[in-house]
């Protein structure tokens, strides 16, 4: 297992289109996190999932974003009518039980 | 008020210097990461606590629970450590919240 991993890494895309990005979690870890980050500020909060469960949403999530895991493993995370303010950085993490947590290298976002 | 906080939200010392980074939370917790962030975004988990001390290396983790305050130490700072330190609690829902990082900068 190579660790939490995130595709794409970079993605640049127009402001209305709408973006996916994908986590893939390490392997039988049941929890995983998303996070948005910006420059200078730690990671913020987006939503988890337990399994195929989607536990919280923040209300930083605006309607225009949904994340499923539908098979409780790899998760995905949309943005649609994508805006210049959600240009970031995209953290997924995921853990087993009470272990250490583990972070994909992000998928930085820019809206243009 | 953040439910983490950390302090100082910048540092600069020179090498060799001892770095202390603290950590305050007001919520109840399962456990305390320290983790540390590289520029590019990469994040790496340093060290996991629930009670007591760790120490890996130069690093050194302590938590006093009964205070919500964690430290991370770094002995004998070198420009490698160079980066943005973060603290994270685990909530009792196993929801993992962070502070906003510490930017260390070590001078040579």
């Known amino acids: 297992d190579t660790g939490v991993s995130q595709d794409p890494r970079h993605k640049i895309t127009k402001r209305g289109q709408n973006v996916t990005f994908r986590c893939d979690p390490i392997s039988e870890h049941n929890r995983l996190y998303w996070y948005r980050q910006t420059l200078g500020q730690g990671p913020e909060f987006l939503t988890y999932f337990q399994n195929e469960a989607q536990l919280e949403k923040s209300r930083l999530l605006s309607d225009r974003f949904s994340a499923e895991r539908p098979k409780g493993s790899f998760s995905t995370l949309e943005i649609q009518r994508t805006e210049q303010g959600d240009s970031a950085m995209y953290l997924c993490?995921?853990?087993?039980?009470?272990?250490?947590?583990?972070f994909g290298q992000g998928t930085r976002l820019t809206v243009v | 008020k953040n439910e983490v906080e950390q302090s100082p939200q910048n540092l600069t010392a020179q090498e060799g210097e001892f770095i202390t980074i603290n950590c305050s939370y007001s919520?109840?917790?399962?456990?305390l990461h320290w983790l540390q962030q590289h520029p590019g975004g990469g994040i790496v988990s340093l060290f996991m606590?629930?009670?007591g001390k760790k120490k890996h290396g130069r690093l050194i983790a302590t938590i006093n629970i009964q205070e919500k305050h964690s430290s991370l130490h770094i002995t004998a700072s070198h420009p490698r450590d160079s980066a943005v330190y973060i603290c994270?609690?685990?909530?009792?829902?196993?929801?993992?919240?962070f502070g906003k990082g510490t930017r260390l900068h070590i001078l040579p």
């Open positions: 919520v109840g917790i399962s456990a």
């Open positions: 994270a609690v685990r909530n009792r829902d196993d929801k993992i919240i």
């Open positions: 993490a995921s853990t087993l039980g009470l272990t250490e947590a583990f």
């Open positions: 606590l629930s009670s």
